[in-house]
């Protein structure tokens, strides 16, 4: 999204130096469209400048280390069945390979349909932030229950359950960001969660190999150990957290009164009226998202997205092709998401910097079509592990951008880009339900990655036809009033189109 030409001063926050920084277009002189709050109308670019600097910090030093921590358990708990078919959870329940796949898919059961309620509830409510520490609480509770489980069909009950507590998180947590960070900012958050979640991933694959050692301790099995170490934890990240979680920019107790009206009016600066001041309806804004075009094609490619995500669900056996033990295989599952974490922060650091999306999902699908072709073709250690290296963060990175896309594209009115949020995230996830079903007939895959080189293809077709669309939107939106009203029926609003409003990053 840019500004009117005659907002060209830039505030270039101190915080550019570290990981989280601001980087936002923003005027000394009022404007009419959206009018400065009294309480800084006074203060120069200076003054703003320290203003943002200090309250930017605040918050990512709040939001982004209890978003982040939650998110690796939320991932840890979610993941953790994976890990136990390497310590003989099969065995023990008396499990088919079909069987497993349908315990590692059933969870979506209850993920999946739950997202967008969840979604369009939180933007009714006033504390988003106790809302989704006291999910946690709750999943954490029924992942530690998985430990009791003593049948295959209890174990399919328990993850049914545990996808639904599960889906308040995500989709709440890309939504919650969204309404504190502005574009310029919001890249780096997003590339920070799914950091968090590679660490997670790593941190998982440790952790596994920590319990495998706690394997027949007072008579209990290492994969029941596993569930309920990461339960416990999660429990009790939940409650201290729901504690100090801040709420929405207009009421965070986090922020000063002053950081509180700079929060809310810099975001209306970029798209329009926030949640502060939008009139739109919870059903208004879902029904504006079900007959969007474009969310559906977001839809279409995070399904794409989603399909190649799945080697997540199945790493430690796809690892296990390698021939280690089971403590080595654990890992040895680490290091790609360590290189993941890693590439995220270079993707975020340049589309933040460059505005720009579109080139860094197809960078990393030419990538993944290497890595699966590789799976596909040889035997060779070294060159399939190098595949494994590449394959997560191949496979992730052109969701952060969708994830970006969404929330900068489809950024007003806020219960609109909510429900666009949980559709992308809960209706492209349905892909994690039948991919679970290709990983068969090791070493090679060859449905699965067969499969995922075909999503690489669709995605890449699929997100080309949305750039040469929003780009004639742009012609639109730059053109005479009767262009504007034509781009205007895509979806834009009427204040966006007069604060100079574009479709960035394609």
């Excluded at 550019?16 to 203060?43: A, T, Y």
């Excluded at 280390?65 to 329940?93: C, F, H, Q, W």
């Excluded at 502005?182 to 950091?195: C, I, P, S």
């Excluded at 080697?311 to 403590?327: A, E, R, W």
Aim: proline share 5%; glycine share 8%; with cysteine.
């Amino acid at each position: 999204m840019a500004l009117n030409e005659k907002e060209t001063t830039r505030i270039n926050s101190a915080a550019d130096e570290d990981f989280m920084k601001p980087d936002i277009e923003h005027s000394s002189v009022d404007d009419p469209v959206v009018p400065k709050p009294d309480s800084i109308r006074g203060l120069s670019d200076h003054e703003l400048q320290k203003l943002e600097t200090r309250m930017v910090r605040k918050m990512d030093l709040v939001i982004m280390p209890i978003m982040g921590i939650l998110y690796i358990l939320n991932y840890v708990d979610r993941s953790a069945l994976a890990a136990t078919k390497v310590y003989g959870i099969m065995e023990d329940l008396g499990m088919s390979t079909t069987d497993f796949a349908t315990a590692i898919s059933i969870l979506f059961v209850g993920y999946l349909p739950f997202q967008i309620p969840s979604n369009l509830i939180m933007t009714k409510i006033t504390r988003p932030g106790l809302y989704i520490c006291s999910a946690a609480t709750v999943w954490g509770a029924v992942s530690a229950a998985t430990s009791s489980v003593q049948t295959y069909n209890s174990l399919l009950v328990i993850r049914v359950f545990l996808g639904v507590t599960e889906a308040v998180f995500f989709p709440g947590v890309i939504y919650f960001l969204s309404a504190w960070y502005t574009k310029n900012e919001l890249g780096k958050r997003l590339a920070a969660l799914f950091m968090f979640q590679m660490l997670g991933s790593a941190f998982g694959g440790f952790v596994a190999a920590a319990c495998l050692t706690l394997d027949g301790r007072y008579g209990i099995a290492g994969w029941r150990w596993l569930f309920i170490v990461e339960g416990v934890v999660t429990v009790g990240c939940g409650i201290i957290f729901a504690m100090i979680m801040p709420e929405y920019p207009h009421n965070a107790r986090l922020l000063k009164p002053i950081e509180r009206d700079y929060a809310v009016w810099r975001l209306e600066m970029e798209a329009g009226a926030g949640e502060a001041h939008e009139d739109t309806t919870t059903f208004g804004g879902f029904k504006l998202a079900i007959l969007d075009p474009k969310i559906w094609t977001m839809v279409w490619c995070m399904g794409m997205g989603q399909a190649m995500g799945s080697v997540v669900n199945f790493f430690p056996s796809i690892v296990q092709t390698l021939g280690y033990d089971k403590t080595n295989t654990m890992l040895l599952t680490a290091p790609p998401y360590i290189l993941a974490a890693i590439v995220f922060y270079g993707q975020s650091y340049i589309s933040d910097r460059k505005n720009t999306m579109y080139p860094i999902i197809v960078g990393c699908l030419g990538v993944a079509v290497v890595a699966y072709i590789i799976a596909l073709t040889t035997l060779n250690t070294g060159a399939r592990y190098f595949a494994m290296m590449i394959m997560p963060s191949a496979a992730s990175g052109p969701q952060i951008m969708l994830y970006k896309t969404m929330n900068i594209h489809m950024a007003r009115p806020y219960p609109k880009r909510a429900a666009g949020v949980a559709m992308l995230n809960a209706i492209g996830g349905l892909s994690n339900v039948w991919t679970a079903y290709l990983y068969y007939d090791a070493p090679h895959f060859y449905a699965a990655f067969g499969c995922l080189l075909g999503c690489a293809v669709s995605f890449f077709i699929t997100i080309t036809v949305y750039l040469i669309y929003v780009r004639r939107m742009n012609k639109l939106l730059a053109g005479t009033p009767e262009d504007q009203r034509r781009a205007m029926k895509s979806g834009v609003t009427q204040q966006q189109v007069d604060l100079g409003w574009r479709y960035v990053g394609y």
